[in-house]
């Protein structure tokens, strides 16, 4: 911009300098009018991608979501850099006018936060007149900060004493370590377990970080640590299971995950099993079970599930298939399908626009999925009377429109793969129009193993079958705490600090259903 000393003398440069100067600020107002028309397309296609609940769950349309969040945050970025350059500028007829960029409406800042009073001096007299001043109110500004992590160093004094007539020596007992001979605290144990298993980061990075900040702590130290935290937390993995094996329906889906062999990886496997009654008005807690496999061999769903003779919402994957046999002990597992699993098939097709019946055939599904929405939450016996009256209809309707297109298809046709996907496993479909507890889908499998989908591109690979073994554990109680809305680090702190001296009848109490009653009852005293 040309400073009042640098200005031409006469008035033909001036209105060169002048003309020079608003064409540059047209440009950098143009630019930030295309960035503002950017702006708003992606906030429109990220937010019908996030209200897409039953569209394409693999790990390929979460990337695309991230890469057009990212977008969109760089063209934020560069409108209001543009903005900021262009200045303020009268309206007139030879400007660009520019998309109005709405900012979010600010919403106060968190009441919890303490606040720190920074008073502005005011002055000893009226700077007018220099008469004496008299405080009439005040305006108070708020901005966020943030403290950095503080480090400290906690000493337990443990005073001795000897008595003036036996000489003996009394002292108090020493304080309890989580891990013997280790001198971490609970917070600072949960805070590594929760950044290696709930936030993806492998513990050479975290060694790294620590070390920026001045604190030392060797790679295998914090393994040696996560080893001894995974067995001490081994009791409640156990009230975990029991209680995930004695819901009446559970979800079941598996993930791959990478593991570390003889110079190279093998796909070994992480199995998911979820109860969450919610859906059906179920009085009992949520939670999720995982488990660590080499393979996806049928033997391993078997051995979880030894025991469990309830529903299994699952897809149609072979290995489940022993479950369901009808001489099975303690007996047959009852099947319930994914329909968002189905309808997946059917909107690749119609994505792709290959094939207007698939788009049919995705109407069809997604008008029983809205039915559904609607008795999300609702009783056993709610839920059954609004599938009898409303949704065994339409699929029954579906099931005679898949019939009669299937006739016409060739066998080698991939919508007709779709269809025999859905006819060949009729019953398992539509069983949930006689059982209120039946959910429409396997989502909440889903959702469980979408963090360690997405943590694969953070930590690459498990080290090992028991770092596998060890992951599905701390998944285990990570998941759990986040189906019940507890913290997850808050509560492994306070567990980790608690847990070797509760009593063993009592450990149900450290569950995070139980933390949470707990802590909001303490909060209410």
């Known amino acids: 911009m040309t400073s009042p000393e640098t200005l031409p003398a006469d008035i ?34 990220i937010a019908k991608m996030k209200r897409e609940r039953f569209g394409q769950s693999a790990e390929r349309g979460r990337k695309l979501l991230d890469q057009l969040e990212l977008q969109l945050e760089e063209l934020e970025a560069s409108a209001t850099e543009d903005a900021v350059a262009a200045g303020p500028v009268e309206p007139d007829a030879t400007s660009v006018r520019s998309l109005t960029h709405k900012k979010p409406v600010r919403a106060p800042l968190p009441a919890h936060l303490p606040r720190e009073r920074v008073v502005v001096p005011a002055p000893p007299s009226c700077p007018c007149c220099g008469g004496k001043l008299v405080k009439l109110g005040e305006d108070v500004t708020e901005t966020l900060e943030v403290v950095p992590r503080q480090w400290k160093v906690i000493q337990t004094v443990r005073e001795k004493f000897s008595c003036r007539s036996c000489e003996k020596i009394t002292q108090p007992p020493a304080p309890f370590h989580v891990i013997p001979r280790a001198r971490a605290g609970a917070s600072l144990l949960a805070m590594i377990l929760y950044a290696k298993f709930g936030e993806h980061q492998p513990l050479n990075r975290q060694s790294e970080s620590y070390a920026r900040e001045g604190i030392e702590l060797d790679v295998s130290t914090l393994a040696d640590w996560v080893g001894a935290c995974t067995a001490s937390l081994a009791p409640l993995l156990e009230l975990i299971r029991h209680h995930v094996l004695a819901g009446e329906r559970v979800h079941g889906d598996d993930t791959t995950v990478p593991v570390l062999a003889k110079q190279k990886t093998v796909i070994g496997r992480v199995w998911a099993y979820v109860r969450d009654d919610r859906p059906f008005a179920g009085p009992d807690p949520p939670a999720a079970l995982f488990f660590y496999s080499r393979n996806r061999s049928g033997e391993h769903p078997n051995r979880h599930l030894a ?8 897809d149609a994957y072979a290995g489940f298939g022993d479950l369901y046999d009808a001489k099975r002990k303690p007996g047959p597992i009852t099947e319930a399908a994914c ?21 049919e055939a995705v109407r069809r599904i997604d008008a029983i999925f809205a039915i559904e929405r609607e008795i999300n939450s609702a009783t056993v016996e709610q839920r059954l009377a609004v599938r009898q009256e409303r949704v065994k209809p339409l699929v029954g309707e579906f099931e005679g429109w898949m019939l009669a297109e299937r006739a016409r298809l060739s ?58 073994e060890r992951a599905a554990a701390m998944y285990t109680l990570i998941a759990t705490a986040k189906l019940n809305s507890v913290d997850p680090q808050a509560w492994l702190a306070d567990v980790l600090r608690r847990i070797a001296d509760h009593p063993a009848s009592q450990l149900h109490e450290l569950l995070p259903w139980h933390w949470k009653l707990r802590e909001t009852r303490a909060a209410a005293a």
């Open 307 to 314: 025991g469990y003779a309830g529903i299994l919402q699952a």
């Open 339 to 359: 329909w968002s699993h189905s309808r997946r098939k059917f909107f690749e097709l119609a994505d792709l626009g290959k094939s207007p019946l698939a788009v």
């Open 411 to 468: 066998r080698h046709a991939d919508l007709a793969k779709a269809i025999d996907y859905m006819l060949k496993r009729g019953p398992a479909f539509t069983r949930f129009l006689d059982d209120g507890r039946i959910c429409l889908s396997n989502n909440a499998a889903e959702r469980a193993l979408r963090g360690i989908a997405l943590g694969r591109r953070a930590w690459l690979f498990a080290g090992s079958d028991r770092g596998g």
């Open 12 to 45: 033909a440069a001036l209105q060169t300098a002048l003309t020079a100067e608003r064409a540059a600020r047209q440009q950098a107002e143009a630019r930030a009018s295309g960035a503002e028309a950017m702006v708003a397309y992606l906030k429109l296609l």
